[in-house]
């Protein structure tokens, strides 16, 4: 099977915000689609992608952490731990944005492997805000509906030539206004 990096989808495109539909039987087109999400993720350098995020609606995710790789096909979580911790995430469907998260700093997920059996899995720490990132955007949220911590990544070149990264504070509207902006920028023009 051929693998192939698909368009990942930005804030302000409907999908985003849809709760995705369980799989009801992993076939050929499932198993495409888990290597599609796999190919996309690392051609844009990510941690994880959920299918809603190139425009499929169905709860499966990918991620890879350590490395090691997780597929996981209609997901649950199960248990959540009462500590939690915040940390900065980024989303490949929002860039060049990050926000402060409080996350569970452990959970227990019950799913489906990509051969269809099932499994249960325990992270911890990130792989675990992993985790609860892709499961969200199955559920049709993103990190601007979990904090109000925003922040514009800017890079920015040295005089040595090294890259620094500046976080500068924004707001959801802010960021909200911008990708609007953007997506009519890049709408097509229709002729009459």
């Given at each position: 099977?051929?693998?192939?990096?698909?368009k990942?989808?930005?804030?302000?495109?409907?999908?985003?915000?849809?709760?995705?539909?369980?799989v009801?039987?992993?076939?050929?087109?499932?198993?495409?689609?888990?290597?599609?999400?796999?190919?996309?993720?690392?051609?844009?350098?990510?941690?994880?992608?959920?299918?809603?995020?190139?425009?499929?609606?169905?709860r499966?995710?990918?991620?890879?952490?350590?490395?090691?790789?997780?597929?996981?096909?209609?997901?649950?979580?199960?248990?959540?731990?009462?500590?939690?911790?915040?940390?900065?995430?980024?989303?490949?469907?929002?860039?060049?944005?990050?926000?402060?998260?409080?996350?569970?700093?452990?959970?227990?997920?019950?799913?489906?492997?990509?051969?269809?059996?099932?499994?249960?899995?325990?992270?911890?720490?990130?792989?675990?805000?992993?985790?609860q990132?892709?499961?969200?955007?199955?559920?049709?949220?993103?990190?601007?509906?979990?904090?109000?911590?925003?922040?514009?990544?800017?890079?920015?070149?040295?005089?040595?030539?090294?890259?620094?990264?500046?976080?500068?504070?924004?707001?959801?509207?802010?960021?909200?206004?911008?990708?609007?902006r953007?997506?009519?920028?890049?709408?097509?023009?229709?002729?009459?």
């Amino acid at each position: 099977m051929l693998m192939a990096v698909r368009k990942v989808i930005v804030l302000g495109n409907p999908i985003l915000r849809q709760k995705a539909k369980p799989v009801r039987q992993i076939t050929k087109a499932e198993r495409q689609l888990i290597d599609d999400l796999l190919e996309t993720m690392d051609a844009h350098e990510g941690v994880g992608l959920a299918a809603p995020q190139v425009g499929i609606l169905q709860r499966i995710f990918v991620a890879r952490w350590e490395g090691e790789t997780f597929v996981l096909v209609n997901p649950e979580i199960e248990w959540r731990s009462k500590e939690t911790v915040a940390g900065m995430e980024g989303c490949l469907s929002i860039p060049g944005v990050q926000g402060k998260v409080v996350r569970h700093e452990k959970i227990r997920v019950r799913a489906l492997n990509a051969d269809g059996n099932p499994i249960v899995l325990q992270p911890e720490g990130w792989l675990a805000r992993i985790f609860q990132h892709e499961i969200d955007h199955l559920d049709g949220i993103l990190i601007l509906d979990r904090t109000d911590e925003l922040f514009w990544v800017v890079e920015e070149e040295t005089e040595e030539g090294e890259t620094k990264v500046r976080l500068i504070p924004t707001t959801k509207d802010a960021i909200l206004a911008t990708f609007q902006r953007r997506r009519r920028k890049a709408a097509p023009t229709r002729s009459r």
